[in-house]
């Protein structure tokens, strides 16, 4: 059974960076791929990008570029997300989702961690 | 980037009914498309995958269709845990993008 556990919840400055983790347990983790989706209060969800840990290159959404980094530590089967220049537009949910490749070749997402609150606020 | 519009944006139901959600994408995905539900406060749970196969331990009662740029998603009978946010999902080339989901309501 996958289980994805994020870190606790944050707040932070306008300017500032935050670094949200998710553990994953159970499966084969250097062999699928994790990705980051968020969630503003009250609206929709917006992946951010993802990463497989076997080839360890990330790739991020356009409007991401330059602001999110996606990092992984096989050792501890650990997913990073950071995101810098956060401003208030950035309080969101942040999720860690599991990508799974379907055996007739399309990506879902199977397994979610159970979110990160980030609060941006001065 | 693909947009994908769903409909209806919102919808008030009974126990029992029978409803259908739709999705467009803005260009052709084949059938690089998932729903997911989503209760308050919680992670979405994957419901299809690849437009119309039922993810594993999802009831019955769910079922998805379409192909190219039109999709549905289908609940034969709403049962009182169905009351939820439901969002389709592009996978067909990055960046994967959401519609902006679906609430549904008890009448």
């Known amino acids: 059974q996958v289980q994805l556990v994020q870190s606790g919840a944050e707040v932070k400055k306008p300017g500032s960076s935050v670094k949200v983790s998710c553990k994953a347990s159970g499966g084969t983790f250097s062999s699928y791929t994790i990705s980051w989706v968020r969630q503003a209060p009250g609206q929709g969800l917006e992946w951010m990008g993802g990463i497989m840990p076997i080839f360890g290159t990330p790739n991020y959404a356009q409007r991401f570029q330059g602001r999110v980094t996606i990092t992984t530590d096989e050792f501890t089967s650990t997913i990073y997300m950071e995101l810098s220049s956060l401003r208030s537009e950035d309080t969101a949910v942040y999720y860690c989702?599991?990508?799974?490749?379907?055996?007739?070749?399309?990506?879902?997402?199977?397994?979610w961690g159970q979110g990160t609150l980030v609060t941006v606020s001065s | 980037d693909i947009q994908m519009t769903q409909s209806p944006t919102s919808l008030s139901a009974s126990v029992g009914e029978r409803i259908t959600i739709t999705c467009r994408a803005s260009q052709t995905i084949n059938s690089y498309l998932n729903w997911y539900q989503q209760n308050p406060g919680k992670a979405p749970k994957l419901l299809i995958y690849?437009?119309?196969s039922l993810q594993s331990g999802v009831p019955s009662r769910f079922s998805g269709s379409g192909s190219g740029t039109d999709f549905t998603l289908t609940i034969s009978s709403l049962q009182p845990e169905d009351f939820a946010a439901y969002y389709c999902?592009?996978?067909?080339?990055?960046?994967?993008?959401f519609g902006q989901g679906t609430k549904v309501d008890i009448k």
């Open positions: 999902q592009q996978t067909y080339i990055t960046p994967w993008t």
């Open positions: 690849a437009a119309s």
């Open positions: 989702a599991r990508a799974l490749l379907t055996v007739t070749g399309e990506y879902c997402f199977d397994y």
